[in-house]
């Protein structure tokens, strides 16, 4: 059973960078991916990051892409979110999610296992 833990979330001022981690525990990694979510109130959960555990392969949402990175540190198993240059849109709950579908998806349904999710506010 894989246990997700994010932390990192926070208050920030628009501009302002945050970085967003995910600790991964009980599974074998080398050939799950790994996501980030987000959804804001009323709105959908969206697919922001992904990233293949064996090889480091990525992918981004169109809304976050030049702004965000993803990446991964095999040694603590855990995946980080760098988010820059952040904008009040980007105000949402994060979740961290693993699938074990050894290609990137952006479709919530595909993953298998959630966190608990961290939230970020981006103030104007």
């Known amino acids: 059973q894989v246990q997700l833990v994010e932390s990192g979330g926070g208050l920030v001022q628009a501009g302002g960078s945050l970085r967003l981690s995910c600790a991964a525990s009980?599974?074998?990694?080398?050939?799950?991916?790994l996501g980030w979510f987000r959804q804001a109130p009323g709105k959908e959960r969206d697919f922001v990051a992904g990233?293949?555990?064996?090889?480091?392969?990525?992918d981004y949402g169109d809304s976050v892409k030049g702004r965000f990175t993803i990446s991964r540190e095999n040694a603590k198993n855990t995946v980080y979110l760098q988010m820059s240059s952040l904008r009040p849109e980007d105000t949402a709950v994060y979740y961290c999610?693993?699938?074990?579908?050894?290609?990137?998806?952006?479709?919530?349904?595909?993953?298998?296992?959630w966190g608990q999710g961290t939230q970020v506010t981006v103030s104007s």
């Open positions: 990233i293949m555990w064996r090889g480091g392969r990525t």
């Open positions: 009980g599974g074998t990694f080398s050939r799950v991916s």
């Open positions: 999610a693993a699938t074990q579908k050894a290609v990137i998806t952006r479709y919530d349904y595909d993953y298998d296992y």
